[in-house]
């Protein structure tokens, strides 16, 4: 089924970048917390927020198709849920060994009930919660019921500012939403259109003017400080739209059976989770050496990814272990 879509390989590239794009998306948001980005690095940060969650979430969408329900929920909570407690878990320990914080329930409520360590993780199985509804019959003006109102409320809480993001994340398919239903569609509108279409895809002109437009208005308000307007998300959406599709056509342009981008992508999550962890010490060398320029943040994503790439392939080995991580 898969290969009626984006290619099996293609959709791990697209993984791998994302995860990749996370990684090199929080070393610059570290240093811009020490250090205020300038010009091409605070450009580079705005593109970067606008496409890697907004991808992952999309793939996730276009991998998501009719099953087994029991099969199909099982998967997601052994593959998602239970690495999210273990990551949160260590990331608990971290905070109470090394960052002086003290152990009460208020941090539990954080950590575990309203997801503040790793909010993606129920994010997605929020989506992943609702996406049989798309399976249905009337699944089809469900999904755009849902959408509609996602894009609705964007504007709502541009204007009034949502107190949080709610117990398990639930405010963030507000803003996830449309990448999860982009990347669902997609699939089902290549399934219509037949294998040719896959390998005979390619950007049209009037396609690559209209996300290039989309992309540079959302630069300009993002670097102006325009975060706070009603049109800032709609734009951002449109943007982040147009960047993944535009990702989608660039994973055509890599051979077939790249091992190390399917390796990367087979361990999307694991890096997004493992980030958190490594990122604070790979800083505090880079603190020492006194070495804070923006720049810095390019080597750091390559020796965090090579050590979580490490880490990955240890845990792979223990059996147990290694379905505490979601590494299969």
């Known amino acids: 089924m898969m290969k009626k879509t984006l290619r099996s390989s293609r959709l791990d590239y697209l993984k791998a970048a994302a995860a990749v794009l996370v990684v090199l998306g929080h070393a610059l948001t570290y240093i811009n917390n020490t250090a205020s980005l300038e010009g091409f690095w605070k450009a580079l940060e705005s593109l970067i927020y606008a496409v890697h969650v907004p991808l992952f979430f999309a793939v996730a969408g276009n991998l998501c198709h009719r099953?087994?329900?029991?099969?199909?929920?099982?998967?997601?909570?052994?593959?998602?849920?239970?690495?999210?407690?273990?990551?949160t878990v260590l990331k608990l320990l971290y905070s109470v060994a090394f960052s002086g914080q003290a152990l009460s329930a208020g941090l539990l409520k954080d950590a575990f009930i309203y997801g503040t360590y790793y909010w993606f993780c129920y994010a997605i199985l929020l989506m992943f919660v609702l996406a049989p509804l798309m399976w249905k019959r009337g699944g089809e003006a469900?999904?755009?019921?849902?959408?509609?109102?996602?894009?609705?409320?964007?504007?709502?809480?541009?204007?009034?500012?949502?107190?949080?993001?709610?117990?398990?994340?639930?405010?963030?398919?507000?803003?996830?939403?449309?990448?999860?239903?982009?990347?669902?569609?997609?699939?089902?509108?290549?399934?219509?259109?037949?294998?040719?279409?896959?390998?005979?895809?390619?950007?049209k002109i009037p396609a690559l003017i209209i996300g290039a437009a989309a992309v540079s208005v959302y630069l300009y308000i993002d670097m102006n400080g325009m975060d706070d307007r009603l049109f800032y998300f709609p734009c951002r959406t449109a943007a982040s739209i147009a960047l993944i599709a535009g990702a989608a056509a660039l994973s055509g342009l890599i051979p077939e059976g790249v091992?190390?981008?399917s390796f990367l992508g087979g361990i999307s999550l694991q890096i997004m989770l493992f980030d958190s962890l490594y990122k604070i010490l790979l800083f505090k060398v880079a603190e020492r050496i006194g070495w804070m320029h923006p720049a810095v943040s390019i080597p750091i994503t390559v020796i965090d990814i090579l050590l979580i790439a490490v880490t990955c392939i240890l845990i792979?080995?223990?059996?147990?272990?290694?379905?505490?991580?979601?590494?299969?």
Not at 67 to 87: A, D, E, H, M, W
Not at 316 to 328: A, E, Q, V
């Open 259 to 261: 091992k190390t981008l």
């Open 316 to 328: 792979r080995k223990l059996p147990y272990i290694r379905t505490l991580f979601g590494i299969y």
């Open 142 to 203: 469900v999904s755009v019921i849902i959408l509609i109102i996602c894009l609705v409320l964007q504007v709502v809480f541009t204007a009034k500012g949502p107190e949080g993001y709610g117990p398990f994340q639930v405010v963030q398919i507000v803003y996830c939403y449309p990448f999860f239903f982009a990347g669902y569609w997609f699939r089902q509108y290549m399934e219509k259109r037949g294998e040719k279409a896959v390998s005979g895809m390619s950007v």
């Open 67 to 87: 099953q087994p329900l029991g099969s199909f929920y099982k998967k997601k909570l052994l593959r998602i849920f239970v690495p999210f407690l273990t990551f």
